[in-house]
Antibody, heavy 124, light 109 residues
């Protein structure tokens, strides 16, 4: 059974960089069938996609966050990571990592496995 | 970018049928996926590719998609179905590839 686990600081100061890692177990991050994504959810609000990465390192990001986001992958550790720079209180959220799988039509993606999420609070 | 519109809330009595809609321009031409999120938990995929169910999801959950509206239908609603539900599509026509609806709170009366 595939499992994803987020890890990283729960408290980040304004203007600093938020850094999280997602460790994948029960499967290989190097599979050609999947992308790996980050999604966040501010308290009491809906889901917002941040960005996704392929095992080769190919990435794509939410345009609204693109200037501040970097997602990277470490296949040797079966992990992928998120960095979000210049954070403000608006970046306070539960951050989820998830596996992104292709639809049967081969033209779109959805998320079939999710981590439990980790709350990151931006505060001085 | 593509916009998905969901009603903020839907209420239904136990044993009845709940229908949660997801509106979008010509959404019938896209694959729609649905997630259930209970308080304090991660989202769980309940329907993918408009109408398919992952293993372990009850047959009470079904989906349809046509025209400008996709619908998640929950038959014989149980108290345990009370949750937030989100629809999601992939929009390759813009830079915002992954689009979520705003979510619908299902209340079981």
């Amino acid at each position: 059974q595939l499992q994803l686990q987020e890890s990283g600081p729960g408290l980040v100061k304004p203007s600093e960089t938020l850094s999280l890692t997602c460790t994948v177990s029960g499967g290989s991050i190097s599979s050609s069938s999947y992308y790996w994504g980050w999604i966040r959810q501010p308290p009491g609000k809906g889901l917002e996609w941040i960005g996704s990465i392929y095992y080769s390192g190919s990435t794509y990001y939410n345009p609204s966050l693109k200037s501040r986001v970097t997602i990277s992958v470490d296949t040797s550790k079966n992990q992928f990571s998120l960095k979000l720079s210049s954070v403000t209180a608006a970046d306070t959220a539960v951050y989820y990592c998830a596996r992104q799988i292709l639809t049967r039509y081969g033209d779109a993606y959805y998320f079939d496995y999710w981590g439990q999420g980790t709350l990151v609070t931006v505060s001085s | 970018s593509y916009v998905l519109t969901q009603p903020p809330s839907v209420s239904v009595a136990p044993g009845q049928t709940a229908r949660i809609t997801c509106g979008g321009n010509n959404i019938g031409s896209k694959s729609v996926h649905w997630y259930q999120q209970k308080p304090g938990q991660a989202p769980v995929l309940v329907v993918y590719d408009d109408s398919d169910r992952p293993s372990g999801i009850p047959e009470r959950f079904s989906g349809s998609n046509s025209g400008n509206t996709a619908t998640l239908t929950i038959s014989r609603v149980e108290a345990g179905d009370e949750a937030d539900y989100y629809c999601q599509v992939w929009d390759s026509s813009s830079d915002l590839f992954v689009v979520f609806g705003g979510g619908t709170k299902l209340t079981v009366l």
